[in-house]
């Protein structure tokens, strides 16, 4: 029962990942299970057999959630862009109350300010996240990638910086991938697998395993070594890691709005 319960709680987790805006760790906290999550994965070396037996219905779970939702986002940006491109700054938006008020805990648990650091931090990550997106190349909303070896170089770089933020809770991997420009071509890319994988067409199937396998490589990689940086700047720069995730989602509406098509045409 355990394990079809942890795997329930899982799709929700894949779900979360997948929607812009929308913490995969903070849905996890919400569950109950990020301290066991976050267990497993600490103590993969040390003890692999009960953390992967932990592991292994949160890891299903995530996997039926993010295929499964991944049509839906697909259908939602190709007939519906504009709408569904507001709905993630909602949701974006909608997060930092909660970001903040955990700063202020922080900042009164440790007796400081945000000092000059913490402001430094806010700049420098709203000035990367509101630069990176100028650098796409305008190009349709929803693109296909082409297997070429710096594009897989590429999607094994977004998989760990993305996947390595998906574990804290309050900042959404997905939006992280868009900010990179990532998110729109991922999400294409797994769509296009599936239909292969449905029709048994191996040329398009073994297309889309060329291009997610080192993405999910990077993905692994992300969440057991990535990970733990995160937890040691939570441990010891708090504050500044706190002020730099509000950096990076206060500048994140840029990701979205120059996005081709998540402005009205009127408005370009």
Do not use: Q
Request: aromatic share 10%.
């Amino acid at each position: 029962m355990t394990f079809v319960m942890d795997m329930i709680k899982g799709i929700f987790i894949g779900v979360a990942n997948i929607i812009p805006g929308v913490s995969g760790g903070t849905m996890a906290v919400s569950l109950g299970i990020y301290d066991k999550l976050i267990g497993a994965v600490s103590n993969l070396l040390s003890n692999w057999k009960k953390s992967l037996l932990t592991l292994l219905p949160i890891i299903l779970g995530c996997g039926i959630g993010i295929v499964g939702f991944t049509y839906a986002i697909e259908y939602l940006l190709s007939k519906h862009t504009f709408v569904t491109c507001m709905a993630f700054v909602g949701l974006i938006l909608g997060g930092v109350p909660v970001l903040v008020g955990t700063l202020r805990r922080e900042l009164r648990h440790r007796r400081r300010s945000i000092g000059f650091g913490g402001i430094a931090a806010f700049l420098a990550l709203f000035a990367l996240a509101a630069f990176l997106p100028m650098l796409s190349s305008g190009e349709e909303v929803l693109k296909t990638f082409s297997p070429t070896p710096g594009t897989l170089i590429s999607l094994f770089l977004v998989g760990v910086v993305a996947s390595a933020t998906m574990v804290v809770p309050g900042v959404s991997g997905s939006l992280v991938m868009m900010i990179l420009g990532y998110y729109y071509g991922i999400i294409e890319t797994i769509k296009n697998f599936l239909d292969a994988l449905k029709v048994l067409d191996m040329p398009g199937v073994l297309h889309g395993v060329l291009l997610l396998t080192p993405f999910g490589i990077g993905v692994l990689l992300g969440i057991f070594l990535i990970a733990k940086l995160i937890t040691f700047l939570f441990k010891r720069y708090a504050v500044h890691t706190y002020c730099a995730i509000l950096g990076l989602i206060a500048a994140s509406p840029f990701a979205i709005f120059y996005t081709p098509g998540c402005l009205p045409s009127s408005a370009i």
